[in-house]
T-cell receptor, first 114, second 107 residues
Framework: NAGVTQTPKFQVLKTGQSMTLQCAQDMNHNSMYWYRQDPGMGLRLIYYSASEGTTDKGEVPNGYNVSRLNKREFSLRLESAAPSQTSVYFC?????????????FGSGTRLTVV | KNEVEQSPQNLTAQEGEFITINCSYSVGISALHWLQQHPGGGIVSLFMLSSGKKKHGRLIATINIQEKHSSLHITASHPRDSAVYIC?????????FGTGTRLQVFP
């Protein structure tokens, strides 16, 4: 069972470069999420997609864009990377948005911006 | 003050010890999640609970809604339990995460 697959696992970017983090789930979940994890802080929501065709900003959306390509895939794009975006990024999915649904997380992407 | 507080931040134990990790929250919730993250690894969901107690193997999670408090217990701890344990609460369609408790279990 693949669950939630993220690529790449590691990436080093120079300031100003762009890149797209890919996320795919094979559980037929409707909702997908992008989080970032920084030392000493809890995971913070960047963007989410409650269902195919919809996306919404989370707590820390500045500097990012997302695309819900289809029900399976939810990508996160950094148009012009900054050192403040150095972080570990996690994609997650759940059957529905809202309460009382479990979440499945990917294995993370460790991004360093120099 | 963070909306989700975990204690302790760091915990070391000898193999076989009984472990307790605490989570307190200050917002209304519909469910609370316990997650496990191994070094350099992904995040795995351990429990989702909205009342009472759940058990899975050597892990037990409890929640007291009135006191806004949850505990994660590990019985007969083992070095493979070494990980970061994260508490997260479901609050109006989004998860709010604690900063995690780093557990190290030594043989």
């Amino acid at each position: 069972n693949a669950g939630v697959t993220q690529t790449p696992k590691f990436q080093v970017l120079k300031t100003g470069q762009s890149m797209t983090l890919q996320c795919a789930q094979d559980m037929n979940h409707n909702s997908m999420y992008w989080y970032r994890q920084d030392p000493g802080m809890g995971l913070r929501l960047i963007y989410y997609s409650a269902s195919e065709g919809t996306t919404d900003k989370g707590e820390v959306p500045n500097g990012y864009n997302v695309s819900r390509l289809n029900k399976r895939e939810f990508s996160l794009r950094l148009e012009s990377a900054a050192p403040s975006q150095t972080s570990v990024y996690f994609c997650a999915s759940s059957p529905q948005s809202g309460n009382n649904y479990g979440y499945t997380f990917g294995s993370g992407t460790r991004l360093t911006v120099v | 003050k963070n909306e989700v507080e975990q204690s302790p931040q760091n915990l070391t134990a000898q193999e076989g010890e009984f472990i307790t990790i605490n989570c307190s929250y200050s917002v209304g919730i519909s469910a609370l999640h316990w997650l496990q993250q191994h070094p350099g690894g992904g995040i795995v969901s351990l429990f989702m609970l909205s009342s009472g107690k759940k058990k899975h193997g050597r892990l037990i999670a409890t929640i007291n809604i009135q006191e806004k408090h949850s505990s994660l217990h590990i019985t007969a701890s083992h070095p493979r339990d070494s990980a970061v344990y994260i508490c997260a609460v479901d609050n109006t369609d989004k998860l709010i995460f604690g900063t995690g408790t780093r557990l190290q279990v030594f043989p």
